[in-house]
């Protein structure tokens, strides 16, 4: 048996992310107004199980043993999001002073313990009053973000130094305005191309804000993409897997090129749906960035099928593994999507932003043994390997997630944690893929075995 040693660079970012719904609780402490997806929550049936986030993991009162585990852990990063209705009760208007200082405790013990916070400004969380006066929908809500954007530009200069505006802008539109997953459970193809697009602008602002502020560090945005290749070579199937795969570089492309892939806005009006575009929207929406966040959690093999699902198409099983959630696993598409990313927008750098999978392995004898994670992990992190061999610029990973925790719509009942999370006391427990994930960050090489 021989192996193969797969290195990274000696500055490699190796982290973890979270988001600030799915692990803080306290909703309703220091002053924290409503969210969209608090209303959600309380519609019966629209959260598996009736589960809602009011208490979630307590990161907000447990952080330090939180950050206690990262440390232990050893990253050099940690992705976390803002609560936007902790600062902004009502979405604009008066600050609330204890959400600043709360997130200034935070990042002051990340830093003290060595660990870089890469701060995600918008990951779903849209204070309830400002969807009252229409949401993403209305413009009104591009400038209250960028309001509130330039408060925590302002407030953390200095202190953070990475930053992401949006966290899966596709997530916003299609699953919150189209297929109604999401909050605010809206399913119209308008509502949500419109959404899609101030979004975008939104993002835009922001970053021409950063720079006008001069606040020290980079800025970015963390789409989700997804590999999916054609199950035969015909055209409607190559047309299908076109759709699949352009969906989500609808928030890709326009960010660097600044404009919208022409045969995915053609299909569009075929659902009669065209975003609004104001003079100027499209060059602000290509500000330049300083890096791309990608968030990758897989890929398949889709078909043409006029009238099944919102594209048209259909997934083809042909016996991938799949993830306790039910999504397919696909290492490789990672590799073939850092590397397509380059080839159409350049050597942008780029950090993994979340990359895991659900596997609902629990407490046995005080261990977790996830073996299925561990080779998720594994063989992801390979793919990095190829990609910085091939020229991407690869900055870091960051798995998706430190801890489990609340699964948006499907509640409590998928873990993506390294840490799990005993949902009735709290405690954490860190699995065997965390000890795995420890001693390749300590390393900073995979060795993987060949026959």
């Not at 999978?357 to 080779?375: H, P, Q, S, T, Y």
């Not at 690869?394 to 949902?423: I, Q």
């Not at 795995?436 to 300590?442: T, V």
Request: charged share 25%.
């Amino acid at each position: 048996m021989m192996s193969t040693i797969v290195s990274f660079p000696p500055d490699f970012v190796w982290g973890v992310s979270t988001s600030a719904y799915q692990i803080e609780g306290a909703l309703q402490e220091d002053g924290r107004g409503p969210s969209i997806w608090d209303e959600l929550a309380a519609i019966p049936g629209r959260i598996w199980n009736g589960d809602d986030a009011e208490v979630a993991c307590d990161s907000y009162h447990r952080y330090e043993e939180d950050i206690a585990l990262m440390k232990e852990l050893g990253v050099k990063a940690y992705r976390f999001s803002v609560s936007w209705p902790r600062i902004y009760p009502q979405g604009d208007g008066p600050i609330n002073p204890k959400g600043i200082e709360h997130y200034k405790r935070f990042v002051a013990k990340l830093l003290e313990n060595g660990i870089e916070p890469f701060c995600t400004l918008y990951h779903w969380e849209l204070p309830q009053a400002l969807q009252e006066k229409g949401g993403w929908e209305s413009r009104g809500t591009i400038d209250a973000f960028v309001r509130f954007a330039e408060t925590m530009f302002r407030e953390f200069d200095g202190m953070i130094k990475h930053w992401m505006t949006f966290n899966e802008p596709w997530c916003i539109a299609i699953n919150g305005h189209l297929l109604g997953r999401h909050a605010p459970g809206i399913r119209s193809w308008p509502s949500a191309l419109q959404v899609a697009h101030h979004v975008l602008v939104a993002h835009g602002l922001t970053v021409r804000k950063f720079r006008e502020l001069g606040t020290q560090g980079q800025i970015g945005y963390a789409p989700d993409m997804y590999w999916y290749e054609p199950f035969s070579r015909k055209q409607d199937d190559v047309d299908a897997a076109y759709r699949a795969f352009s969906i989500y570089n609808w928030f890709v492309e326009p960010v660097f090129k600044g404009t919208y892939p022409d045969r995915m806005k053609a299909w569009f009006q075929t659902k009669g749906a065209e975003p609004d575009i104001l003079p100027g929207d499209m060059e602000l929406i290509a500000e330049p960035i300083d890096f791309l966040g990608l968030n990758f959690y897989g890929g398949n093999i889709v078909r043409s099928k006029p009238g099944n699902n919102y594209l048209d198409l259909e997934h083809v099983d042909l016996g991938y593994e799949k993830s306790d959630k039910g999504w397919f696993i696909f290492p490789e598409g990672l590799y073939l999507m850092l590397n397509w990313i380059t080839d159409h927008y350049g050597s942008i750098p780029i950090y993994i932003t979340e990359n895991g999978a659900c596997f609902n392995d629990e407490v046995v004898d005080g261990k977790v043994d996830d073996g299925r994670r561990i080779a998720f992990l594994q063989n992801h992190i390979a793919e990095l390997g190829r990609a910085i061999e091939s020229g991407v610029n690869l900055k870091g990973y960051l798995t998706w997630s430190l801890m489990d925790n609340f699964e948006w719509a499907f509640g409590y009942s998928c873990r993506f944690g390294l840490v799990h999370v005993d949902y009735r006391t709290l405690k954490r427990t860190p699995k065997e893929s965390y000890y795995w994930y420890r001693k390749l960050i300590r390393k900073n090489w995979l060795e993987l075995e060949s026959r």
